[in-house]
């Protein structure tokens, strides 16, 4: 407007029109080239009365179509005045400057125009390293340095903060009580700005005072609302930053964007904060003071190589106009949570990667004989030669079970899932050695658990980071890419079978086996070692044993970044089908490997000569594979995000195509593990569309929580609503739900997954586990209108009851041969006490 002093002709703004209302910046560190030539810029003493001459003729241009005036106060120096000493000079005039401005509009154009008139103040939010007085009072003095300098003067009593006072009272002018009337209350309103620039990236690292810097806006606005009087807050700037490459889809602009509004939204509902406007920084990509064109903050991409700049909205354009429309966040009604219960005969569980076994034979096992030393050593002592007759071993030996099986009655679980250990079942990978002790561990246990009605859900293998959890000879030579290790655990499993079968209904031949661990020549074998064990099971045991047995696979629900973009959908779709359906649909859908992963690798093969080579299965493998399952069993903990547009190196996969992105308003465990109830209703629906209505058991769902934390809050909260975004699935999407199991069983074997915890050998329930039992209690979640479900009631399954079922012949051969004995008694003992009295008879 006046790059000379002089005045430029304006044009009139449209904004009124599109029914925008402008708020306008007076000076956003634009001073014309000729005040700072002349004068040295703000410096000067001239400048605060040109400064106040320029704003007067803009009141009078521009003030009948604005209602919201401010300038920026805060934020690095222009070259020349770093020097400290000229930095208190400088922000000194500036803030005559703001006087002046806000008195004139006050005096003579508030009345006609009815505006506001502030300054735009940029700041950090700082947090202590550790809560002590010292570094509370430091974190305080950070803020005082950065927004106190201005804020102080202008919106409580005129004069510095008193920590400015005390660190720099050499450099800092004093003012007169005139000075300070002047300066106070020169706000209408507290102008805001937070981002990554002014508030971070240029804060100096003395001004930080060894605290540690935070993006929560949430509390800056609370600490500005106590510390300056409750004003009203006008965030003028924020926002974040995404790469300068990325063009479209700025999924992590938007999940910051979000994180922010969210925050001022808490502000305002919980903490009273009086905020009364938001402005997203900014409307289009421009040059960044600090970094140039390396980075974007637009809501519209420019091409700054083409000719006319040509615009493009982004994503965030899109969310930022949904979010203007909704204004806010309202609830979304399929997120609400809903009243039901669930069938008849729900498997509710818990799972424990391995239960304790602790094999150390009782005392009554040992067949010594003991005399006693009461008078000297006090102590039992072994007398040789003379022994007791043995007994035979008895479940009741193994004191670990019945601890194990009574906290398990405590949660009123109806299923309980453990895996074997193969490695130390058969150490040899063979039957040439094999672990009798364990063996018969594990049928103890077994047969404990349905001695109490929980039936037991048993895997064979889980793979674990020692040697995968398989045998040595078999680890060492290729584990899973050898062909050899699919027909060793083949005649595992038959052994499995052999010697549990009687005990165990419910088997699961591989647990969880972790994609991103395996090679695609070892997940080709692991496919066929577990079509060829459910085989053996349906053709050998099935019709005896009348149980069930699939595969459990692990699998997060995959979310695009950007809602909007169908780039990062394909994405999505894409690490579905390599993450879940690369081990799934061969097994629940047509034998053979998803076709998007075998497209996938043939383009990457092509252009990066890789050799990613997906193996082909034979047409007998492919019927040998497709169909062995008699249910999906299907573990998940949380939900990702992924992207198309490369933003973090660090997070992206070069081999997918795919960048990891974190939502950063979503609920995060102490892992950063992210707690997303709809991710698991949305997995159950996707399961169903591809593989149709199979039985589905969410065979693990569990998260990890801070151990110190007393009422286990996260935890309580997770089971609640992933249970009942199951319960939606089951209600509202017929999804053939079957079973939900809880992970984990205690923190002994799962640290910090347990609902047990386990602190100085005890285990002690947290309020986790008790609130799963009533949700067991009550199948569910059971509302007034709820209609009563008539369950009869479950027999208790006999663990013995195999040697009779399989030898019906023999029991009623031996049944036939007791009956006519006593028939035979009877007849004998009869006859002979008549005899006997025809004889008497006869002596008479």
Known sequence: LLPDKSVSPAQDWESKALGVEPVVTLYHWDLPQALQDAFGGWASPVLPGLFRDYAELCFRHFGGQVRYWHGYGTGRLPPACGEARAWATWRLSFQQAHAKVWHLYNDHFRPAQRGKVSIALSSHWIKPQHM???????????????????AKPVFIDGDY???????????????????????????????????????????????????????????LLYWINSEYNNPQIFIVENSWFVSGTTKKDDAKYIYYLKKFIMETLKAIRYDGVNVFGYTVWSLLDGFEWHRGYSIRRGLFYVDFQSHDKKLMPKSSVLFYQKLIEKNGFPPLPENQPIEGIFPC?????????????????????????????????????????????????????FAAIRLQISLLQEMHVTHFHFSLKWSLILPLGNLSLINHTLVHYYQCFASELLRVNITPVVALWQPMIENQELPVSLAKYGAWENTETVQAFVEYARFCFTSLGDHVKFWITMNEPSVKNLTYTAGHNLLKAHAKVWRLYDKEFRRSQKGKISIALQADWVEPACP????????????????????????????????????????????????????????????????????????????????????????????????????????????????????????????????????????????????????????????QNYINEALKAYTLDDVN??????????????????????VANQYEPKPSLKHYREIIGNNGFPGPETPDLLCPEEVASCANCHFFRTRKSLLAFISFVFVAFIVTIFFITYYSKRKAQHVQLAVF
Not at 176 to 202: C, M, P, R, V
Not at 737 to 758: E, I, R
């Open 737 to 758: 739900l079957q079973g939900y199991f809880v992970y984990s069983f205690n923190d002994k074997t799962a640290p910090k997954y347990g609902l047990y915890s386990y």
């Open 345 to 397: 005969g729900f498997a509710w569980g818990i799972v424990d990667n391995y239960i304790q076994v602790n094999t150390t034979p009782a005392q009554f096992l040992d067949s010594s004989v003991y005399v006693w030393d009461v008078h000297q050593t006090k102590q039992l002592i072994k007398v040789d030669g003379v022994y007791a007759s043995k007994r035979k071993r008895h479940c009741v030996d």
């Open 161 to 219: 903060p008193e920590s400015m006072r005390s660190n720099l009272s050499s450099l800092l002018p004093e003012f007169s009580e005139a000075e300070k009337k002047y300066i106070k209350g020169t706000a209408d309103f507290f102008a805001l700005s937070f981002g990554a620039t002014l508030s971070f990236q240029l804060l100096d690292s003395h001004m930080k005072f060894q605290q540690l810097e935070s993006i929560s806006l949430r509390q």
């Open 564 to 719: 909007f973009s169908r780039n990062d959908q394909e994405v999505a779709d894409r690490i579905l089908e390599f993450d879940l359906g690369w081990l799934a649909e061969p097994i629940f859908g047509n034998g053979d490997y998803p076709e998007v992963m075998r497209a996938w690798l043939h383009r990457r093969n092509s252009i990066d000569l890789y050799n990613f080579h997906l193996p082909y299965f034979s047409e007998d493998e492919k019927k040998l594979i497709q169909g062995s399952f008699d249910f999906f069993a299907l573990s998940h903990y949380t939900t990702t995000l992924v992207g198309s547009e490369k933003e973090d190196a660090v997070k992206y996969d070069h081999y997918l195509e795919v960048q990891m992105i974190s939502d950063i308003t979503w609920l995060h465990s102490p892992s950063r593990a992210a707690v997303v109830p709809w991710g698991l209703r949305k997995l159950l629906k996707w399961v169903k569309s591809k593989y149709g209505n199979v039985p589905i058991y969410v065979m693990a769902n569990g998260i990890d929580d801070d151990q110190n934390m007393v009422h286990d809050k996260l935890r309580v909260y997770y089971i």
């Open 132 to 150: 002590t007085e010292k570094n509370i009072k430091e974190c305080q003095k950070s803020l005082d340095f950065v927004l106190g300098w201005f």
